[in-house]
């Protein structure tokens, strides 16, 4: 399976140890992380590296560096991974095995600052999702967020995802979003 995805401007990679200096600036950025999760240290995404970068069901259930392929630099994350529900932190040990894991798989990503306002969530997004559609068995993709995530529900209703209105998962009740492999693929049949 081809894990490396492209756009025009955007270059999806699967995360490596080497991407350490980009999670640091990322996770530690409390700008980056206020609506995802409590602040973090320096330490804890040190001691997170190996397990970010575990993947699972050959490679297509993890996540990818977000790389900008005019200058190389590292932009964010993006991934796919099963959704948690009654707690507020995805069980990695969900991540193994040839399988994708039972459960729903939802759609995330996280940028530097710097990064914002460009289009670029929605462009990583969009190419996810065709990968998740196109490359991979799942049937369906979820997404949710902080209610006062507008930035991020923007994302996730230009990248085609319909909005389902308040869930619950994250051990909260939040905005939900959805997109079946089915109305992927009406809303990406070509005319005629
Ligand atoms: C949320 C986030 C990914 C958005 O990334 P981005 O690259 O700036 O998003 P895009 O440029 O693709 O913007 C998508 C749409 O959202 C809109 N948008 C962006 N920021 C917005 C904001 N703060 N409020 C309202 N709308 C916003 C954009 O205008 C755009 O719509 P448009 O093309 O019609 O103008 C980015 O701000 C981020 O990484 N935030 C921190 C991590 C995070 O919250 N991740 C999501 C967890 S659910």
Request: hydrophobic share 40%; net charge negative.
């Amino acid at each position: 399976m081809e894990l490396n995805l492209t756009t025009d401007r955007l270059l999806l990679r699967p995360l490596d140890l080497s991407d350490l200096d980009m999670e640091l600036e990322l996770l530690t950025d409390h700008m980056v992380t206020r609506y995802v999760c409590e602040d973090v240290t320096a330490d804890q995404v040190r001691q997170w590296m190996p397990i970010l970068v575990t993947r699972c069901a050959g490679g297509c259930i993890g996540m990818w560096c977000v790389i900008d392929r005019a200058t190389d630099e590292k932009l964010g994350h993006a991934l796919l991974l099963p959704i948690p529900i009654e707690t507020t932190e995805t069980d990695w040990s969900l991540v193994t095995g040839d399988a994708i894991p039972a459960g729903e798989i939802e759609i995330g990503y996280l940028f530097k600052q710097s990064a914002w306002g460009k289009g670029y969530a929605t462009e990583a997004c969009t190419r996810l999702l065709r990968f998740g559609f196109e490359d991979t068995p799942l049937e369906e993709i979820v997404a949710v967020t902080d209610p006062r995530n507008v930035a991020s529900q923007n994302v996730l209703l230009k990248s085609g995802m319909i909005d389902e209105g308040l869930r619950h998962a994250y051990a909260s009740q939040c905005p939900g979003f959805r997109l079946t492999r089915q109305q992927w693929v009406e809303a990406n049949r070509s005319p005629g």
